[in-house]
T-cell receptor, first 113, second 114 residues
Framework: KQEVTQIPAALSVPEGENLVLNCSFTDSAIYNLQWFRQDPGKGLTSLLLIQSSQREQTSGRLNASLDKSSGRSTLYIAASQPGDSATYLCAVRSGGGADGLTFGKGTHLIIQP | GAVVSQHPSRVICKSGTSVKIECRSL??????MFWYRQFPKQSLMLMATSNEGSKATYEQGVEKDKFLINHASLTLSTLTVTSAHPEDSSFYICSARVLLEGYTFGSGTRLTVV
């Protein structure tokens, strides 16, 4: 059974810092990995989607990497802003025809003005 | 990008009553939709996979008679929580898979059973 772990569980940093959020998964046979942002009481906003054949994806100040063989992904946020404050969720779609996503518990990020 | 609309966003109901949550794909057809539940400070857990025109597939430990799923059209899936109890209070959220975009999610429904 796939398990997804996110470290750290919470992070508070001053505005402007670059930061890295970590995600690990136990079964490397994944189809793809997706990073989401969740604001309090809200739905999920997709940030980046990395297919199993890809090593990284970039969107603006966000960069996500994937090392499938070691079961790891990182989300890099450059020049953090208070508006980046949210919970960041990592989710994997396992291979073998499995549908649906397996989520980590998320990293709760606070960017201090 | 593709949008999934979910209603209601919040609902409070009395114990023993039923609540229906709707999830619509607005600009695309979704033959498959997914229903998740999220308890406070926990990760989202897949409850069931909803298939248009056929029975839903439930994850282990999810009571299919309690959480009724109907996917009668290519743009609408509904989740009905029957005979709701306080322990069913949670955040329910639907999702659809979009070609080349991964999964897109609705805005979620906060259910409180009193």
């Amino acid at each position: 059974k796939q398990e997804v772990t996110q470290i750290p569980a919470a992070l508070s940093v001053p505005e402007g810092e670059n930061l890295v959020l970590n995600c690990s998964f136990t079964d490397s046979a994944i189809y793809n990995l997706q990073w989401f942002r969740q604001d309090p009481g809200k739905g999920l906003t997709s940030l980046l989607l990395i297919q199993s054949s890809q090593r990284e994806q970039t969107s603006g100040r966000l960069n996500a990497s994937l090392d499938k063989s070691s079961g790891r992904s990182t989300l890099y946020i450059a020049a953090s802003q208070p508006g980046d404050s949210a919970t960041y969720l990592c989710a994997v779609r396992s291979g073998g025809g499995a549908d649906g996503l397996t989520f980590g518990k998320g990293t709760h990020l606070i960017i201090q003005p | 990008g593709a949008v999934v609309s979910q209603h209601p966003s919040r609902v409070i109901c009395k114990s023993g009553t039923s609540v229906k949550i709707e999830c619509r794909s607005l600009d695309f057809q979704a033959t498959t939709m997914f229903w998740y539940r999220q308890f406070p400070k926990q990760s989202l857990m897949l409850m069931a996979t909803s298939n248009e025109g056929s029975k839903a597939t439930y994850e282990q430990g999810v009571e299919k008679d309690k959480f009724l799923i109907n996917h009668a059209s290519l743009t609408l899936s509904t989740l009905t929580v029957t005979s709701a109890h306080p322990e069913d209070s949670s955040f329910y959220i639907c999702s659809a898979r979009v070609l080349l975009e991964g999964y897109t999610f609705g805005s979620g429904t906060r259910l409180t059973v009193v």
